[in-house]
Structure formats: C-alpha cells, structure tokens
C-alpha cells in the first residue's frame, strides 16, 4: 500500500505543494502519493487524527493552522519550539506525532544556495511580525548577520518577538525590532517581507534611505506576476528581487527529506513552475 502524504489548510484546493511533492516523489522513485486535505475551520485537530488513523504518514500545515498544529505535537523540532509554529507533522511508528518547522530552513536555503546571498555579516530588514517571521528567525540569526532589525505596523508585536529571540543575540549580530518610524535609516543589504500586505497590493512603508545599496529584497509571498513588493525592489535597483516560490519549493523539500529520509533534487520543479 501506498503511504499517504497530505497538505491540510483552509482554503486548500489552489495549493501547489500537491504538484511539487509528487514531482519529488517520481523523481526519487518513492512508492507513496500526495493530495490536498480541507479542515474544517473549527475541527483541524480531529481531521489530523483521522487522517493518521487512516494510515497517513505526514502532513504539511498552511493557513490558518500552523499554531494549531504546534499545540497538538508529542514532540518538536528546536526550529518548531522556537517559531511556535508547524509546518509539517510526521506521524511516528509508536503514534506520537513530531511537529516540525521547515519554512525557516526553506527561505535560508533558496537565498543562500539557489541565489548565492550571504546572510552572514550582512544588514537584514524584516518587515512584519506574524507567524510567517517568526517561522524564519532562528534559522537567518544562526547565519550570523551583523544586524537585523524587525519593523512592523504594530510596534510591540516586533518588539516582542525581539525578546523571544533575544537569546540569539550574540556578539557578532545584533537583533532590534519597532515600528516603521523605528528603522534605522542606513542602508541594508538585505529586506525580507513577510507581511500580508502584499496580499491587498499594498506595500509597507519602507524608507527610501535603506535600499541604498540593497542587494537583495525577498518576499515571502509568491506570485505568477512579480508581487508590489518585488516591482518596488526592482524599481529601487535591488541586485536581485526575489519572490517566495523557491522559499515554497526548498520547505517542501526539507519536509520531504524528513519523511523520506531522501534529499530531493529542487530546480527542476522550480523551472516547471516558473518555465
Ligand atoms: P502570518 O502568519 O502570515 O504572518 P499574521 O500573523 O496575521 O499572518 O501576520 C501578518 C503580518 O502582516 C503582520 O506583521 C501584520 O502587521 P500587524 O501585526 O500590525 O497586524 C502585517 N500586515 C498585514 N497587512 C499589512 C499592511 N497593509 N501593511 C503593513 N503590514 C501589514
């Protein structure tokens, strides 16, 4: 029998980890399929547990449950522990379910491997501090940037996750957090957007002093046409601006790795889905 994979949200059915998982899957030769799972809004948790009772072995977890998911693990990652949330469940051979948290891994490798950024000593701009921050900051900080600042519309949401991260400030990188009037104005290397602005095609206010000498923008949101935040890198002279698809296709991946025990190889679904 097949072993069953699934990616469980709410909406769910525009999902492209489905397409994405089961090029993995043929391409290391993987006896096991992979579909899109709808949860109830009210009724996440019993869906998981049916889905496992009925021999399914993983899960990927999107909007709005990677809390919920972290709240019913046995066990989880020191990424997952740290972020408060999860993206991916596994389902043990003793019936426990590990939780683990691959979105941080995802974006760190697409910049660094795919796109040859250097985080380390680099000057880091993180605009928003929502679930989807909070799943990447352990990983950039253990790159040791010099800076990283977090900006977000509501002050004390940054402000708060700079003092859940504030175990990571070492001496080689500092981490500061605030409003949009708080970022420092000096240029950074490197602004990452994971706010849901972009959503409503709005872009948050970023002050024209730091994107002097950008090298890279990144937005965690991805889009067939560039997103407002990666035309705005793009009309600012970023080096390279990037969109989320390869951060999307790196997480499937790492969770692939951890169910499979096999690395996949991500290019190739990368020019698939983006010829
Ligand atoms: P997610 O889990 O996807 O991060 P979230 O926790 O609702 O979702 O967080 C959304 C982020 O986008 C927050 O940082 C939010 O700012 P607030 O904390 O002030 O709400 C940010 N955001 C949403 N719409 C925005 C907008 N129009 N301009 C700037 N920031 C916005």
């Given at each position: 029998?097949?072993?069953?994979?699934?990616?469980?949200?709410?909406?769910?059915?525009?999902?492209?980890?489905?397409?994405?998982?089961?090029?993995?899957?043929?391409?290391?030769?993987?006896?096991?399929?992979?579909?899109?799972?709808?949860?109830?809004?009210?009724?996440?948790?019993?869906?998981?547990?049916?889905?496992?009772?009925?021999?399914?072995?993983?899960?990927?977890v999107?909007?709005p449950f990677k809390l919920e998911a972290w709240n019913?693990?046995?066990?989880?990652?020191?990424?997952?522990?740290?972020?408060g949330a999860v993206?991916?469940?596994?389902?043990?051979?003793?019936?426990?379910?590990?939780?683990?948290?691959?979105?941080?891994?995802?974006?760190?490798?697409?910049?660094?491997?795919?796109?040859?950024?250097?985080?380390?000593?680099?000057?880091?701009?993180?605009?928003?501090?929502?679930g989807?921050?909070r799943?990447?900051?352990?990983?950039?900080?253990?790159?040791?940037?010099?800076?990283?600042?977090?900006?977000?519309?509501?002050?004390?949401?940054?402000?708060?996750?700079?003092?859940?991260?504030?175990?990571?400030?070492?001496?080689?990188?500092?981490?500061?957090?605030?409003?949009?009037?708080?970022?420092?104005?000096?240029?950074?290397?490197?602004?990452?957007?994971?706010?849901?602005?972009?959503?409503?095609?709005?872009?948050?206010?970023?002050?024209?002093?730091?994107?002097?000498?950008?090298?890279?923008?990144?937005?965690?949101?991805?889009?067939?046409?560039?997103?407002?935040?990666?035309?705005?890198?793009?009309?600012?002279?970023?080096?390279?601006?990037?969109?989320?698809?390869?951060?999307?296709?790196?997480?499937?991946?790492?969770?692939?790795?951890?169910?499979?025990?096999?690395?996949?190889?991500?290019?190739?679904?990368?020019?698939?889905?983006?010829?």
């Amino acid at each position: 029998m097949k072993d069953h994979y699934a990616v469980i949200g709410n909406p769910i059915e525009h999902s492209k980890s489905p397409l994405i998982q089961s090029y993995f899957a043929n391409e290391t030769q993987q006896f096991m399929d992979y579909t899109t799972l709808l949860s109830p809004l009210d009724g996440f948790e019993q869906t998981v547990r049916q889905f496992f009772q009925q021999h399914g072995k993983g899960l990927n977890v999107t909007v709005p449950f990677k809390l919920e998911a972290w709240n019913l693990c046995d066990e989880l990652s020191d990424y997952a522990q740290q972020a408060g949330a999860v993206n991916t469940l596994f389902y043990q051979d003793d019936g426990r379910i590990y939780g683990a948290n691959t979105d941080g891994l995802g974006i760190v490798r697409d910049l660094m491997v795919n796109n040859g950024v250097t985080l380390q000593g680099k000057r880091i701009l993180i605009l928003g501090a929502g679930g989807a921050v909070r799943g990447i900051l352990q990983p950039i900080m253990q790159q040791q940037p010099e800076q990283v600042f977090i900006a977000n519309r509501t002050a004390a949401k940054a402000e708060k996750l700079v003092e859940h991260f504030a175990s990571f400030q070492s001496v080689i990188s500092t981490l500061n957090g605030g409003g949009y009037e708080e970022i420092p104005l000096q240029s950074f290397d490197l602004i990452i957007n994971g706010t849901a602005a972009s959503l409503n095609g709005m872009l948050p206010p970023i002050p024209v002093e730091c994107c002097q000498n950008m090298q890279c923008c990144y937005d965690m949101m991805y889009s067939d046409k560039p997103t407002p935040f990666v035309q705005w890198g793009r009309d600012n002279h970023a080096v390279l601006a990037l969109d989320g698809l390869g951060m999307l296709i790196e997480q499937a991946a790492e969770s692939f790795q951890l169910w499979r025990g096999i690395r996949p190889n991500t290019a190739p679904v990368f020019h698939l889905l983006r010829p």
